[in-house]
């Protein structure tokens, strides 16, 4: 089983890489920014690449709209709904 802080680490890493975030470093990513209507200044196509990226990476499916609105609120909340669903890590 994944640590916490390793999974919200990694997953700073794939936001950047996904969103091709070149001027970010994770540690420029706190756990509660918001990721939209916050500082990173995300929109409706850096979304999708989230809901993408958590497909691929973590076999994990967000269905709804309302189900994503939920879970990429921050980096907490995502890696929350990671350890809740996936079962090998």
């Known amino acids: 089983m994944i ?3 390793a999974l919200k680490l990694k997953l ?3 936001i950047i890489q996904y ?4 001027d970010l470093k994770p540690e420029d990513i706190k756990d509660d920014d ?3 209507g916050g500082d990173l200044e995300l929109d409706s ?3 999708l690449e989230i809901v993408v990226l958590l497909e691929r990476e973590y076999g994990l499916k ?3 709209a309302n189900e994503g609105r939920k879970i990429l609120i921050d980096v907490n909340r995502m890696a929350e709904y990671i350890i809740a669903n996936k079962t090998d890590l």
């Open 3 to 5: 640590e916490p802080a």
């Open 12 to 14: 700073k890493e794939q």
């Open 19 to 22: 969103l091709n975030l070149k």
């Open 34 to 36: 918001l990721l939209f």
């Open 45 to 47: 196509i850096d979304s």
């Open 62 to 64: 967000i269905n709804n």
